[in-house]
Each structure stands twice: as structure tokens, then as C-alpha cells.
């Protein structure tokens, strides 16, 4: 299909310029100058000799007007009936386009092989600025090119996401039908590889049960002939209930809980075979892979970790209270510690999984009007636009892949949460991460008083290995909650001293921390860490952080980052600070 134009030498050795209806070269160079490129046709140093299409493709303002007010009619096609719009819009030449409509260029005008008119070629080519100006020109998006394809078809066909969203934004139905009656998303599905543009037109709410005129197709049905099978995860996701969802998630977390169960279970078995006990461990795991690939799904088994924390946390909790306090039920201060650490585990964990943790919203005129502005200015870029949320990036946000939604202030993906970490939830997550590792803290208190009291052993009398193999012995059930608990207390300790001292020290989030580093390391003028415009010194972080004024020592800064867009107030904040 076509993509090319221009004076550019064709990579597919065409032996002439790219036309959007003889070849695939996608890299014409329109914007840059052309007589510096290796391989292109050489420049024409007297552009007094140049014909008019020549001189068209090259840009040469001066040299079109003499010919135009010389008499050559702008709407003469070439040989080829391709109209001077079509070369001035397939190589971007915006000046030229508004001299020749000024001049009488028709903006519809059909031209070449495939009966395209200049926005079309224009689309083909991803020129926005060029798609900006020829419908501001009066260009009609719905007409349809020789192979049936509409302007917002050929966006979705060549992957020209900034195109697709502007083309909506400015009135273009999301569903428009070619001349076999497909929508975009199932061009998208039938004939994309990869998950985008598919998820890119899911956020515009496509009809999902529409059928073409020919086959009677949906877009899934598209995506399942096609192989598409990026295309089928996407379509199912976005039509399957949302009870299904929950009932594969309650899955996941009883199969967890079964699954640490019978691990512990076998371990505390009176047989003395560790042949056996192996062999039914490995049956357990299997039948247990067997049941999740089956019953809850691939997709879903990213929430494995957090199901495992928290059957975790279950059963290390439910050893507390049946092995270890009857040891000290006599203590009421550590029962009473040991109680306030589980529940403030568990509600600071419900907290950071259910807040919104600062996801980047706004409804759908407030997209379509950020599109048209953006794009219009010239800054509809990966920088500034998020195109799988169709949103203007604010600052310090981040389009986290797992939840595909911008976070505002985004710090991370948390894998035990199973939720994204930003603005909103992350004071939640600190607290979660401290009271996870008090409970740890616990639990390998509480078992070290329970061997002592339990098993006939001494480290100090019989040495490590006699003590280690003895303790295992003692109650395997105990020890196995041991194992457990070290390694929840390690990782949650671990990420509760960075976070701690990133928040007060640098005043950054992870990410921003290790985008930074990265950054260092392959720069010859390294950034500190800890002069950023988001550092205002250890006490002024905390009290941002926590929104807490410390009673009246501080006053947090109240910043909405899901709609700051610039450091300018930050700036002078933190001077004001300084003084």
C-alpha cells in the first residue's frame, strides 16, 4: 500500500520519487533538506529550470508562483493525474498548499492509482500538520479512496495514532464504515500486528458488535481469522463482565490459600520421607498450574503475588493465634501489639488497593478539545500526549502499561499490591509496607519463643546445623511459617528504607529517582539526586507527603498533580522556602 512521495529516492528502487500508489517506502524526508540526504535525487541548483511537479516536490515557493501567474492552471494533473495539491501534501509543503487553494486547487480533487485526494496521501504519510491545514481547508475526511478506505481508515492502517485522534476529535465517527461496510477497529483487528491502534480505539468507545457488509464480521471475528491474538485479548477484555473478573480473582486467592495450605501440610506430615513429601508437593503444584491456567486465566495471573502476600498474611496470622499465644498469653502488651500490627496490615492494604492512586481523568469533549489544541499547536507528541488515554500528560505523570491509565505523581506498579502507586495512594502504601513489616517482625519473634519452649535443642549447646535440623523436626508447620515470614519482612523493610529516604531526602518518587540515575549515567553532566524543584528539604517533604502540618511547625504544599502541567509555582515555592 502506499506511503512515500516526495523527491526522495525510493528504498524499494522505484528509480523515481515515492507515490502512495507504486510502493511502501515510508521514509521520505519530506521536512528535512533534501540535498544533504544520501541517496535521494540530487537538488536541482537552478530552480529557474525546474518544471512545475519538480519544483513542488522540492518545496520551491518562488519558482511554482512564477509558473502559476505565468499561466500553469493548479488544477492540470500530470500524466499520471496527480494534481501539484497531492505533491505539496504528500511531502508537506504547507505554504504551497495555500497558494494553490488560493489559486483555485480543488482540496478534494481524486488524482493517482488509487483515486486518493491530497489528504489522503497526506495521511498516508503521517503529516499532521499537513491533515490540520487541508481540513481547515475544507477537506472531506468520509470520502473514500480507490481501495474503499476512508481518511480515518488509512490512520488506523498505517498506525498514525495522533491522526486517529485528531480526525475524531474534529467530528469523525469512530464507526465510520468503508466501501465493505468494516469499521476502523476492524481494520484494526483484521490487518494491524500488535495490540495498538486496537487499544487506542477502545478508549473512543467503538461499537464492538458491529458487522461488516461482506462476511457479517465483528471485529472479534476479524482479530480470530486474522491470528490477531493481541487484537482477541483486548476485544474480549473490553466486553467481558466485570463479575467474571471478580469470580477469576476469588479463584486466584482460594487457590493460593489452598496451595500454602498443603505445602505446609505436607511438610508437617509424621513421615520421615522426604522422597514422598517431595513427590506430593510436585503433584500439588501441578494439579494446582493445571487448575489456574484453566479456571483463572493467564491474564490474571499477574495478581499471583498480592494472592500471595496475602495468604501469607493469613496463615501467618492464624499460627500467631493458635501456636504461639497460648506461649504468651500472659503478655497482654504484645498481644495487644501483635493484634494492632495484623489490622493495620490489612486496612492499609485495602486502603492503598482501593484509592484511586491519582489517575489522570477527563471526559470526552475535554479529549477531543486537548487533541484539537495540542495538534493544532504543534505539540501533539509522545511528550505532551498520551495516546492511549488521550490525555495531556501532567507533570510528574506516567501511562502505567499493567493498568493502562496515566498516573499522576506515579512512583510505581506495585506487585504485591496489584495497584498502581501514585498521588493518591501512596502515603497508604508506605503505611502498608511499615505494618507488614512489624507483623513479620513478630511472627519471627513469636518463633524463636516457641522453639525455645518447644524443642529440646540449644544453638549454643548442640551448634547450628544439630539446632536447624532439630527445629525443623520440632514442628515443620512452624518453621515453614518462619521461612515465610523472613522473607515478607526482607522485601517490605527493604522497600519501606528507600521509599522512606526517597521521600525525604529527594523529594522524588521511584520513578523519577531511577529515570535519573539512568539519565547520570549516560550523561556528561550529571543531575544530583537531591537538587531537583521537588526537594524543599526533609521536614517540608514529610509534611507535603503525609499533608501534615506537624501541629503548626509546617505548612503542606497542596499541589493537584493530576492538573499541573508546569514548575513555575514550584519554583518559586520552594525559594520562598529557601529564604
Not at 484509592?355 to 470526552?364: A, L, R
Request: charged share 15%; aromatic share 12%; hydrophobic share 45%.
Amino acid at each position: 500500500m502506499a506511503a512515500g512521495g516526495g523527491p526522495a529516492q525510493c528504498k524499494n528502487h522505484c528509480h523515481g520519487p515515492c507515490r502512495p500508489h507504486t510502493c511502501s517506502c515510508h521514509d521520505i524526508h519530506s521536512d528535512k533538506d533534501l540535498s544533504t540526504l544520501p541517496g535521494l535525487y540530487p537538488f536541482v541548483e537552478d530552480s529557474d529550470t525546474c518544471d512545475i511537479v519538480k519544483a513542488t516536490q522540492y518545496g520551491l515557493l518562488e519558482r511554482c508562483k512564477e509558473l502559476v501567474e505565468a499561466g500553469y492552471d493548479v488544477r492540470q494533473p500530470d500524466k499520471e493525474n496527480v494534481t501539484l495539491l497531492h505533491w505539496a501534501a504528500i511531502n508537506n509543503r504547507q505554504e504551497l498548499v495555500r497558494f494553490y487553494i488560493s489559486k483555485g486547487a480543488i482540496v478534494d480533487q481524486l488524482g493517482g492509482d488509487l483515486n486518493s485526494t491530497p489528504l489522503h496521501w497526506a495521511i498516508r504519510q503521517g503529516h499532521l500538520p499537513m491533515v490540520i491545514l487541508l481540513l481547515k481547508c475544507g477537506a472531506d475526511p468520509s470520502l473514500i479512496d480507490g481501495e474503499g478506505f476512508s481518511s480515518i481508515h488509512l490512520a488506523v492502517l498505517f498506525q498514525h495514532m495522533p491522526i486517529i485522534a485528531y480526525l475524531i476529535s474534529k467530528g469523525q465517527n469512530v464507526d465510520t464504515t468503508d466501501f465493505n461496510g468494516q469499521t476502523p477497529l476492524m481494520i484494526s483487528a483484521q490487518k494491524v500486528v500488535g495490540p495498538e491502534p486496537t487499544r487506542f480505539l477502545l478508549k473512543f468507545n467503538p461499537s464492538l458488535n458491529a458487522v461488516d457488509n461482506v462476511q457479517k464480521n465483528t471485529a472479534l471475528h476479524w482479530a480470530i481469522t486474522s491470528g490477531n491474538t493481541s487484537a482477541v485479548d483486548l476485544l474480549l477484555e473490553a466486553g467481558a463482565s466485570m463479575d467474571i473478573k471478580n469470580v477469576k480473582l476469588f479463584l486466584l486467592l482460594a487457590s493460593s490459600l489452598t496451595l500454602m495450605w498443603a505445602v505446609g501440610y505436607i511438610m508437617d506430615l509424621s513421615s520421615d520421607s522426604w522422597l514422598l513429601k517431595g513427590s506430593l508437593l510436585l503433584l500439588i503444584l501441578f494439579g494446582m498450574t493445571v487448575f489456574m491456567r484453566r479456571f483463572v486465566g493467564l491474564r490474571n495471573l499477574r495478581y499471583l503475588p498480592t494472592a500471595f502476600m496475602l495468604s501469607s498474611v493469613f496463615w501467618m496470622s492464624l499460627t500467631w493465634f493458635v501456636w504461639f499465644l497460648p506461649v504468651h498469653v500472659a503478655n497482654t502488651i504484645l498481644q495487644v501489639t501483635v493484634v494492632f500490627s495484623i489490622v493495620g496490615l490489612l486496612y492499609y492494604f485495602y486502603k492503598t488497593w482501593k484509592t484511586d492512586p491519582g489517575y489522570v481523568k477527563t471526559s470526552e469533549e475535554e479529549k477531543k478539545e486537548n487533541i484539537v489544541a495540542l495538534a493544532e499547536a504543534g505539540c501533539l507528541d509522545f511528550r505532551t500526549f498520551c495516546t492511549s488515554c488521550l490525555v495531556k500528560k501532567p507533570l510528574r505523570s506516567m501511562h502505567c502499561l499493567a493498568c493502562d491509565s496515566c498516573v499522576a505523581k506515579y512512583d510505581q506498579h506495585s506487585l504485591w499490591i496489584g495497584q498502581c502507586i501514585g498521588i493518591g495512594n501512596h502515603h497508604y502504601y508506605v503505611l502498608f509496607l511499615f505494618f507488614l513489616t512489624m507483623t513479620g517482625v513478630w511472627l519471627l519473634y513469636g518463633t524463636l519463643l516457641y522453639w525455645s519452649n518447644h524443642c529440646a535443642t540449644s544453638y549454643r549447646q548442640d551448634g547450628a546445623w544439630t539446632y536447624f535440623t532439630q527445629i525443623i523436626y520440632c514442628s515443620p508447620w512452624v518453621f515453614y511459617i518462619f521461612l515465610l515470614a523472613c522473607f515478607h519482612t526482607v522485601w517490605a523493610s527493604l522497600l519501606l528504607i528507600i521509599q522512606l529516604y526517597q521521600i525525604t531526602f529527594l523529594g522524588l518518587t521511584s520513578h523519577e529517582r531511577m529515570n535519573l540515575m539512568i539519565q547520570n549515567k549516560s550523561s556528561k553532566h550529571p543531575v544530583s539526586l537531591r537538587r531537583t524543584p521537588y526537594n524543599l528539604g526533609c521536614f517540608q517533604n514529610l509534611a507535603d507527603f503525609f499533608q501534615c502540618g506537624c501541629l503548626g511547625m509546617f505548612k503542606p504544599n497542596v499541589i493537584d498533580w493530576t492538573k499541573q502541567y508546569n514548575l513555575f509555582h514550584l519554583a518559586k515555592e520552594k525559594n520562598l522556602h529557601s529564604v
